[in-house]
């Protein structure tokens, strides 16, 4: 399979393309791929240049060492400066933006883009798994938005136009994950491969894509998100932004800190763990 060197070198994502199949790798292993600030201009400066790259007919998303992402870097979020003059709430919108950016990328990009999920795909990272066209699951894949029990709601509320509105109601307001089993009952998994066959599984699939002229590939994608455009999906995404901002401030001021605290303390890895366990 021939590979092609790219023109960009990235800090937190490795970006190559294998045949006509460009891979992005998020590659923060220490962190549980944690999607940091840089990480989402790398991931959205990655796409772009694959969009860009005729050789590249189909773009798989992943995450280095067995996990795709545990979610927002969170220890970055309850870390970040609030600049003199300007107000928490226009700080926290420009996060929310960020994250929404990259999900909106992947759905507006011309070429299909296919998610590749190990380990842990968790709040943002969940959000990016819903905005990518297919996705696929490894048998340890665990996949969920945990966000309300800790105060906060999904940057991007794609959820629901996967998996419909009941099972998203329960997700959502429960904070549950799902096993990659269960994700690929309720349609957010197209399938279910063997951990060591996730990455040659999803490249696959792309090739299988490749073999499709382009024009008509292109056309069928916009044709299918036009659909759900016309229902308002991009206007609720927005919607979803404001009310994750008012959501956010609701807390508390010293249940902030907490939560910076309970991270600096105990790391990232034990407090998605409580998170996800629901802190019982």
């Not at 700080?91 to 999920?117: G, Q, T």
Request: hydrophobic fraction near 45%; proline fraction near 4%.
């Amino acid at each position: 399979m021939t590979e092609v060197k790219l023109k960009n070198v990235y800090e937190t994502v490795n970006c190559e393309v294998k045949g006509n199949v460009g891979i992005i790798t998020f590659n923060r292993p220490k962190q549980l791929n944690a999607i940091s600030e840089q990480l989402t201009k790398d991931v959205w400066d990655a796409l772009d240049e694959l969009e860009k790259n005729n050789d590249v007919k189909a773009v798989v998303v992943t995450g280095s060492n067995n996990n795709f992402s545990s979610g927002v870097d969170l220890k970055e979020v309850y870390s970040m400066p609030n600049p003199i003059g300007e107000e928490p709430a226009e700080v926290w919108r420009e996060h929310l933006e960020s994250l929404l950016r990259v999900s909106l990328k992947m759905w507006d990009l011309k070429k299909p883009v296919i998610a590749a999920v190990d380990g842990y795909a968790l709040g943002g990272a969940a959000d990016w798994v819903f905005s990518a066209d297919l996705a696929i699951a490894s048998e340890k894949a665990i996949i969920g938005e945990p966000e309300i029990r800790f105060g906060a709601a999904p940057p991007t509320l794609m959820m629901p136009w996967v998996v419909g509105l009941r099972k998203a109601k329960e997700l959502l307001f429960t904070g549950d994950s799902v096993d990659a089993q269960e994700g690929y009952r309720i349609g957010i998994f197209n399938r279910v491969v063997p951990q060591d066959r996730l990455l040659d599984e999803a490249v696959a699939l792309g090739e299988r894509m490749a073999k499709i002229p382009h024009s008509a590939l292109k056309i069928t994608k916009v044709t299918i998100n036009k659909i759900y455009e016309l229902m308002n999906i991009k206007e609720s995404l927005d919607y979803n932004l404001e009310a994750a901002i008012a959501m956010f401030f609701l807390n508390k001021p010293a249940d902030v800190a907490a939560v910076g605290e309970s991270i600096r303390r105990d790391g990232l890895k034990s407090f998605l763990q409580k998170a996800n366990d629901g802190f019982e």
